[in-house]
């Protein structure tokens, strides 16, 4: 299990997480619309799409792309089919997203109450 790093009391694990799928699959939606992807991350996304299914594999994952994705591959993998499509990284993407809204609305309240 991956630790998470706290600066002021934030955890900054998921951020960074949450940052790096948001520009990758920002550019591999682009990309399915039409519209010029970010060529970094579209780019590193099919060297790590080394089959060209439109998926990772563990492997894939590993030798492709950021530590952080590889280390929760498991939770990131909804079907545990052991492969990771967009859609799953995506759907992570909304989780921390979610996560990040509730803790800001938690650190609001507690605001409040001072």
Known sequence: M???LFIKGVAILPALLLGWLGVLFSSVSAADDGIA???DR???FRRADVDNNRS???QEVEDGLPRIIHARFDE???NADDHL??????ALQERQAQLREERRAQRMRDLKRR
Do not use: G, H
């Open 56 to 58: 990772l594999s563990r």
């Open 76 to 78: 990131i993998d909804l």
């Open 37 to 39: 992807p970010e060529p």
């Open 2 to 4: 991956v630790k998470e």
């Open 42 to 44: 579209e780019a590193q």
């Open 85 to 90: 499509t967009p859609d799953e990284l995506r």
